[in-house]
């Protein structure tokens, strides 16, 4: 009884609104919010705010209009693509226009109010740094072995382009992302010479592998770095990177300070990756062995049926 009188008190303080609050964007409707949609009390004329519901609802209109900016790149002609710039919600604008509207109690119509967020790799930094030569590797692969060869085409096709900025860490499977069939990849039911590739994803161990060869041959801080059990023909005894997404991983730092540039392709059997940055960069290059320029051996792994 006594929290049913206080109620009715506090009710009868309240401004009573039916109005609501129109949120658009690039002029289109996104969604229509009642002042007790995100108040304490969810009675028309409500003047409390709950933090928890507004929170939420910028929650999703943050995911409504967010599009990440996109950095230049170079396509496979060397033509440099341009950089797109990307927008965010405004959540501090955003959450005072909720705010207005609950204390005010009249309608209301908005923009959802936005940020640009420019992206780290522009056009001009990309020509900049694409100039000098400071790292290289080539490794040759089975193009015949078709889902092998199209796991390493897609990953090289994800690592290419990439920029590693002065004293920036490069995590490959940060860079590369989760092995998945709903990205692409598939089943490369082989085994290379120690390297059992019957998972979705095999072949990408020859990415990381080469991509360590370039980055050391360059120079760059190797921060982690894990071999096979067995050895893999496909580069010199010692020189791999075994990669998996639940298990190690290939990371390495840039020491100098300018940009490096990551540049990869396989084309036919062959995968090259080579590393660039600014003509007056100052880079002390290492001196690493070839790969074996021979087809890695390959044996059709069975399924046991276990």
């Given at each position: 009884?006594i929290?049913?009188?206080?109620?009715?008190?506090?009710?009868?303080?309240?401004?009573?609104?039916?109005?609501?609050?129109?949120?658009?964007?690039?002029?289109?409707?996104?969604?229509?919010?009642?002042?007790?949609?995100?108040?304490?009390?969810?009675?028309?004329?409500?003047?409390?705010?709950?933090?928890?519901?507004?929170?939420?609802?910028?929650?999703?209109?943050?995911?409504?209009?967010?599009a990440?900016?996109?950095?230049?790149?170079?396509?496979?002609?060397?033509?440099?693509?341009?950089?797109?710039?990307?927008?965010k919600?405004?959540?501090?604008?955003?959450?005072?226009?909720?705010?207005?509207?609950?204390?005010?109690?009249?309608?209301?119509?908005?923009?959802?109010?936005t940020?640009?967020?420019?992206?780290?790799?522009?056009?001009?930094?990309?020509?900049?740094?694409r100039?000098?030569?400071?790292?290289?590797?080539?490794?040759?692969?089975n193009?015949?072995?078709?889902?092998?060869?199209?796991?390493?085409?897609?990953?090289?096709?994800?690592?290419?382009?990439?920029?590693?900025?002065?004293?920036?860490?490069?995590?490959?499977?940060?860079?590369?992302?989760?092995?998945?069939?709903?990205?692409?990849?598939?089943?490369?039911?082989?085994?290379?010479?120690?390297?059992?590739?019957?998972?979705?994803?095999?072949?990408?161990?020859?990415?990381?592998?080469?991509?360590?060869?370039?980055?050391?041959?360059?120079?760059?801080?190797?921060?982690?770095?894990?071999?096979?059990?067995?050895?893999?023909?496909?580069?010199?005894?010692?020189r791999?990177?075994?990669?998996?997404?639940?298990?190690?991983?290939?990371?390495?730092?840039?020491?100098?300070?300018?940009?490096?540039?990551?540049?990869?392709?396989?084309?036919?059997?062959?995968?090259?990756?080579?590393?660039?940055?600014?003509?007056?960069?100052?880079?002390?290059?290492?001196?690493?062995?070839?790969?074996?320029?021979?087809?890695?051996?390959?044996?059709?792994?069975?399924?046991?049926?276990?």
């Amino acid at each position: 009884m006594i929290k049913a009188v206080i109620l009715s008190a506090i009710l009868t303080l309240l401004p009573v609104s039916h109005h609501p609050l129109f949120i658009e964007s690039d002029g289109q409707l996104v969604t229509v919010i009642h002042r007790e949609d995100i108040t304490l009390l969810p009675v028309p004329g409500s003047a409390f705010p709950d933090t928890y519901k507004v929170s939420n609802l910028l929650d999703s209109l943050e995911k409504e209009v967010e599009a990440p900016p996109e950095n230049a790149k170079i396509d496979g002609s060397g033509t440099i693509v341009p950089e797109k710039a990307g927008i965010k919600l405004d959540r501090e604008k955003m959450e005072e226009i909720l705010y207005s509207f609950i204390y005010s109690g009249k309608p209301l119509r908005t923009e959802i109010p936005t940020k640009t967020i420019y992206p780290d790799v522009d056009s001009e930094l990309l020509d900049h740094i694409r100039t000098r030569l400071i790292g290289r590797y080539r490794t040759f692969f089975n193009g015949g072995n078709k889902e092998r060869a199209h796991n390493i085409k897609l990953a090289t096709e994800t690592l290419n382009g990439k920029v590693v900025f002065p004293g920036e860490t490069f995590s490959f499977n940060k860079a590369i992302g989760k092995r998945t069939a709903e990205r692409g990849y598939m089943k490369a039911p082989v085994i290379v010479r120690g390297e059992l590739s019957e998972g979705i994803g095999g072949g990408i161990c020859q990415v990381s592998s080469t991509l360590f060869n370039a980055a050391d041959n360059a120079g760059m801080s190797i921060l982690q770095r894990y071999s096979h059990t067995k050895a893999v023909t496909y580069v010199p005894s010692g020189r791999d990177a075994t990669v998996s997404w639940y298990g190690p991983d290939f990371v390495f730092k840039n020491p100098y300070s300018q940009p490096v540039l990551i540049r990869a392709n396989a084309y036919g059997s062959t995968l090259s990756v080579t590393l660039y940055s600014a003509p007056n960069i100052e880079f002390k290059p290492r001196s690493i062995p070839g790969a074996p320029a021979i087809l890695p051996e390959e044996t059709t792994f069975k399924n046991s049926g276990r």
